[in-house]
Every structure is written in C-alpha cells, then in structure tokens.
C-alpha cells in the first residue's frame, strides 16, 4: 500500500459531500449525480472527484454506480491541481458545514477507497 492509498482516505473520511462551492447539497437526497442527475441518499456507494485546495480535499462532483468513471481523464480536463477519484460510501452520521456550523442532516464520505489521484506538477 502507498502513503498516498492510505493518507487520503483517512483526510476525506467524513468529510461533508458538500465542498465548499455546494452549502447546500450535503444534506440527505441532495447529493446528485453529475451525469444523470440522480438523488443520491444515505448508503449509496458513489464516485467523488475531489480538489485538494488551501483548506483542504473538497468533493467537487458524484458519480452513480451506473456513471462510476474508470479515471480522472473521463471526467476533468482541469490540470495543475492536486485531484483524486475515490469510490465512498454516503452516510448518515451528520457533519459539519462550511461555515462551521454541525448539521445533523449532513451526509458524510465514508468506506474510501483510491481509485486514481494525480498531483500538480511542482518542479
């Protein structure tokens, strides 16, 4: 195992589905998926793209099982920022907003597994 599989989901695990840019689409039956649009609810496995920014992984979009990406290349043409694919688990446990505040609503990444990551280029 690399320090990579193992760091990053411990980072992510329970983080808000939300990131910052959605403070509203953490709570139960928000989370979307980016393709089809499907709700997305407590127990889902899903696909989570995910930014590394200055606080922090944040997800950026959901995958359903049915959408479920084979890599980061099928869903981002953005490069010069650390991203990662992992598959997770949404669940239930309630969790914090963005703004600091804890909502018992909150669905949570959980079970994360590494499916791809790729790293800014720093030399």
Known sequence: MTEESTALPRAVTGLPASGDTLPAAYRQDRVRCARCATAL???DRVSVLLRDGTD???PVSFRCPDHAPDGLASL???HGDDQAL???TLEPTGGHTPTGQFDP???TLGGVEVVETAREDRS
Do not use: I
């Open 41 to 43: 609810r407590a127990g």
């Open 56 to 58: 922090g992984w944040r």
């Open 76 to 78: 981002t043409s953005v």
């Open 86 to 88: 992992v598959a997770a």
């Open 105 to 107: 609503d909150a669905l």
